[in-house]
Structures are given as structure tokens and as C-alpha cells.
């Protein structure tokens, strides 16, 4: 079945370093793929989608490429702050299934 | 506007007793989502609504979770004889219901079951 796969975390770095996060996925269709960011006591938030190949998400300094030929869709910034400290999912929807297929997260810890 | 709210936010029973958690959607948005996040993984989906019926139920576990949406508005999440593997958080996301649109998720009901 479909399923997306993120790299295991803690992930910890130091403030103004480059952050990359894999995230591949399995899918039969052509989905369209997203990250999505929790802040420690808060709900998730949609950080950045793609809705076909070779678009590029971006936001908040973040971006992600919609890789079909490697099924990726990896999260990068350049420079990380101590705000950006969190957990971050990856996830896959169809258009016609609507349901989100999540990744298992990966815990990003940003020091000073 | 408001976001997606649930009710409550913290909810602890024992063993075989029934819940009810509730979910507001975003005022106007037709999908409605229910998931379910255990401690250290993603969410998994439960069952999704188009407006009042469930267009698809395919996550529900098994024949103790039941979720309703009469109205095409607020839903409830039932769980009877609660088992101790229930134990986690219930998330519930809205969307205005075209496909792939963005799902926009409430802070969860923690379910803890003893």
C-alpha cells in the first residue's frame, strides 16, 4: 500500500545551520505531497505542499521538490533557528481519497 | 476566523467505559477528518466525512470506534469498552472539500484509558 518513510530523528544542529529531511514515499497514484510542522504544545500546521511533479514548496525559509523519479520530497533551509525546533511529517494525499498518509516525524532540536 | 476546535482536550477513563470525543470544523469547510497519533508516530487516519456521511471508513480499527456527523458540522468520535491500546491522541482536521485541498487540524483530544 502507499506509505511515506522520513529518516529517524532527533535531528539536533546548530543555530544558522543547513537542515535537510528525507522523506520518501511508496504511492500507486500520483499524490500530492506535504510537510507538516508541530510546535511543541501546539497542533500540527501545514508548512509547505507540492501538487505535482517538479513543483517546489516553499515556506518560512523552507523548501521541498516534488521528486517523482526518486518518489522524495526532502525538507531544506539553509539556515535553522532555535524557533524552528520541532516535529516535522511528511505526508501524501490523492485528489480523489482525501485521508493523509503520514510519515512517522522527525524530531528537528535547534541549539543556540 | 476560528480554527478547529475539540473537546475535550484531556480525557481519561478506565477499561471498558465509553467516550465521546467532539470535533467543530472550520465554519463552511464540507470534509471532516479523524485521526489518531500515538506517542513517537505519525498520524493515522480514521475515517473522513463529506459533509454528513462518511465517504471513507477504511481506518477505523474495528467495530468499537464509531464517528457521526449529522448535521454536515460538528462530529463526535465514539469509542465503546475502551481498551488500554485506545490510549492516545484523537486529531480531527477540516478542509473545504475539493480534493487534495489543505487539511487544517484541531489540537487533539488526549485519551488516556486505564
Known amino acids: 500500500g502507499d506509505s511515506v518513510t522520513q529518516m529517524e530523528g532527533p535531528v539536533t544542529l546548530s543555530e544558522e545551520a543547513f537542515l535537510t529531511i528525507n522523506c520518501t514515499y511508496t504511492a500507486t497514484g500520483y499524490p500530492s505531497l506535504f510537510w507538516y510542522v508541530q510546535y511543541p504544545g501546539e497542533g500540527l500546521q501545514l508548512l509547505l505542499k507540492?501538487?505535482?511533479?517538479?513543483d517546489k514548496g516553499s515556506n518560512k525559509g523552507f523548501e521541498a521538490t516534488y521528486r517523482k523519479e526518486t518518489t522524495s520530497f526532502h525538507l531544506e533551509k539553509g539556515s535553522v533557528q532555535v524557533s524552528d525546533s520541532a516535529v516535522y511529517f511528511c505526508a501524501l494525499t490523492y485528489n480523489q481519497g482525501g485521508k493523509l498518509i503520514f510519515g512517522q516525524g522527525t524530531e528537528l532540536s535547534v541549539k543556540p | 476566523g476560528a480554527g478547529v476546535s475539540q473537546t475535550p482536550s484531556n480525557k481519561v477513563t478506565e477499561k471498558g467505559k465509553y467516550v465521546e470525543l467532539r470535533c467543530d470544523p472550520i465554519s463552511g469547510h464540507t470534509a471532516l477528518y479523524w485521526y489518531r497519533q500515538s506517542l513517537g508516530q505519525g498520524p493515522e487516519f480514521l475515517i473522513y466525512?463529506?459533509?454528513?456521511?462518511?465517504?471513507?471508513d477504511s481506518g477505523l480499527p474495528n467495530d468499537r470506534f464509531f464517528a457521526v456527523r449529522p448535521e454536515g458540522s460538528v462530529s463526535t468520535l465514539k469509542i465503546q469498552r475502551t481498551e488500554r491500546g485506545d490510549s492516545a491522541v484523537y486529531l480531527c482536521a477540516s478542509s473545504q472539500g475539493r480534493t487534495g485541498e489543505t487539511q487544517y487540524f484541531g489540537p487533539g483530544t488526549r485519551l488516556l484509558v486505564l
Open positions: 466525512f463529506q459533509g454528513t456521511g462518511a465517504a471513507d
Open positions: 507540492a501538487t505535482k511533479a517538479d
